[in-house]
């Protein structure tokens, strides 16, 4: 299996998912392509190697955040002739570049840049019919919001941070390890490069408080499944007063009663009579957009037949028009007849010479030709 080959695809799940997530994935496939319950498959075997070395990248934040910026050639050492020592370089680079807010930012020193807060999920249920119109709610989270008795300083009011001197305010402290000398976040500061010393009370000096937020969301006509609104700033504040995080909203739509839906395209099976299938007639579908349509129904149609109402179905999300509204026709057969019904159906049958219905005389045909042996 090539290594080349995007991890999140072979683990099978999105660039978003979270480390439960990518750890179920892992666990369903590296028991479907074990070697023990393989024996002697070699692309099972090659599968299991790949989804194994994509679930220790990904599983570990460091590695996956190198992944998610540079892909595979985070993990590449430099080609062209270079000794080992300029393979370490580059390597360190990338991940100097990934890391820099963590270890103190570029190579000139420095402290650490303020780190920003997480970015938050929220799912939210939707009817179908919210998809179509739009909708605009309000929810109701709990996230860590900046201290307003420091304003997100983590310093007692009328008191400051003072520069760390472990590591001179620099962020981070260095140590020879063999040829190489390693840079590491201060273990006073924790790369700050500085500390308070007088913490605020309410915060702890962490800067941050939960908190109670309602947020006013609006949901765009069009949306469907997995769509996802961002609330820029509305995530997780930031340590010491460092920008907050983004809120993902994920919009889940709910099963409808009467239709299913494809991107723009919604389907509805309607069962109608067979006298309306033989003799025509019309149906009328109330759509989603509040009008009745009045499908027309061609005489002779069959079962399974599709019809299609353009301009019926779902908007198109951030752009005009709508879809189409596509009916599939079910032909019911009668269970309870009357006796004069009955009666009627008897002499219907009396007068039928088998060009009614092409497709069952040339069944029958077929059939007899197959016992008579032609």
């Given at each position: 299996m090539?290594?080349?080959?995007?991890?999140?695809?072979?683990?099978e799940?999105?660039?978003?998912?979270?480390d439960?997530?990518?750890?179920?994935r892992?666990?369903?496939?590296?028991?479907?392509?074990?070697?023990?319950?393989?024996?002697?498959?070699?692309?099972?075997?090659?599968?299991?190697?790949?989804?194994?070395?994509?679930?220790?990248?990904?599983k570990?934040?460091?590695?996956?955040?190198?992944?998610?910026?540079?892909?595979?050639?985070?993990?590449?050492?430099?080609?062209?002739?270079?000794?080992?020592?300029q393979?370490?370089?580059?390597?360190?680079?990338?991940?100097?570049?990934?890391?820099?807010?963590?270890?103190?930012?570029g190579?000139?020193?420095?402290?650490?840049?303020?780190r920003?807060?997480?970015?938050?999920?929220?799912?939210?249920e939707?009817?179908?019919?919210?998809a179509?119109?739009g909708?605009?709610?309000?929810?109701?989270?709990?996230?860590?919001?900046?201290?307003?008795?420091?304003?997100?300083?983590?310093?007692?009011?009328g008191t400051?941070?003072?520069?760390?001197?472990?590591?001179?305010?620099?962020?981070?402290?260095?140590?020879?390890?063999?040829?190489?000398?390693?840079?590491?976040?201060?273990?006073?500061?924790?790369?700050?490069?500085?500390?308070?010393?007088?913490?605020?009370?309410?915060?702890?000096?962490?800067?941050?408080?939960?908190?109670?937020?309602?947020?006013?969301?609006?949901?765009?006509?069009?949306?469907?499944?997995?769509?996802?609104?961002?609330?820029?700033?509305?995530?997780?504040?930031?340590?010491?007063?460092?920008?907050?995080?983004?809120?993902y909203?994920?919009?889940?739509?709910?099963?409808h009663?009467?239709f299913?839906r494809?991107?723009?395209?919604?389907f509805?099976?309607?069962p109608?009579?067979?006298t309306?299938?033989?003799l025509?007639?019309?149906l009328s579908?109330?759509?989603l957009?509040?009008?009745?349509?009045?499908i027309?129904?061609?005489?002779?149609?069959?079962s399974g037949?599709?019809?299609?109402?353009?301009?019926?179905?779902m908007?198109?999300?951030?752009?005009r028009?709508?879809?189409?509204?596509?009916?599939?026709?079910?032909?019911?057969?009668?269970?309870?007849?009357?006796?004069?019904?009955?009666?009627?159906?008897?002499?219907?049958?009396e007068?039928?010479t088998?060009?009614?219905?092409?497709?069952?005389?040339?069944?029958?045909t077929?059939?007899k030709?197959?016992f008579?042996?032609?």
């Amino acid at each position: 299996m090539s290594t080349t080959i995007d991890y999140y695809e072979l683990l099978e799940c999105e660039r978003t998912a979270d480390d439960a997530t990518i750890k179920s994935r892992y666990r369903k496939l590296a028991m479907q392509y074990h070697p023990d319950r393989n024996s002697g498959c070699k692309d099972s075997e090659a599968k299991f190697k790949a989804i194994s070395e994509a679930y220790d990248c990904l599983k570990d934040p460091q590695k996956r955040a190198a992944y998610d910026r540079y892909g595979h050639a985070a993990f590449q050492q430099g080609g062209g002739g270079g000794g080992g020592a300029q393979d370490f370089g580059g390597f360190s680079d990338i991940f100097e570049s990934v890391f820099g807010e963590f270890m103190g930012g570029g190579r000139g020193g420095g402290r650490q840049s303020a780190r920003r807060g997480a970015d938050l999920r929220y799912d939210m249920e939707i009817s179908l019919e919210d998809a179509f119109h739009g909708k605009d709610t309000e929810i109701t989270v709990d996230v860590s919001a900046a201290c307003d008795t420091c304003h997100g300083t983590g310093a007692k009011p009328g008191t400051s941070a003072r520069t760390c001197q472990h590591c001179g305010g620099h962020g981070k402290v260095r140590a020879q390890q063999g040829f190489f000398v390693v840079e590491r976040a201060c273990p006073v500061c924790q790369g700050a490069g500085q500390v308070i010393a007088d913490p605020c009370a309410d915060c702890r000096g962490d800067g941050r408080i939960e908190k109670t937020k309602t947020l006013s969301v609006n949901v765009p006509p069009g949306v469907d499944e997995g769509t996802r609104i961002r609330l820029s700033g509305e995530g997780e504040a930031g340590a010491r007063g460092a920008p907050p995080g983004d809120l993902y909203i994920f919009l889940h739509v709910k099963r409808h009663t009467l239709f299913e839906r494809e991107g723009t395209t919604l389907f509805a099976r309607a069962p109608i009579s067979f006298t309306t299938a033989a003799l025509g007639g019309s149906l009328s579908i109330p759509g989603l957009d509040g009008r009745t349509h009045e499908i027309k129904i061609p005489a002779g149609i069959q079962s399974g037949k599709q019809l299609r109402q353009r301009g019926a179905g779902m908007p198109v999300l951030q752009g005009r028009g709508q879809g189409d509204l596509v009916v599939q026709i079910e032909v019911e057969t009668p269970t309870k007849l009357s006796t004069r019904q009955r009666e009627l159906l008897e002499l219907f049958r009396e007068t039928e010479t088998g060009e009614e219905c092409p497709e069952s005389q040339g069944f029958f045909t077929k059939l007899k030709n197959v016992f008579a042996g032609e």
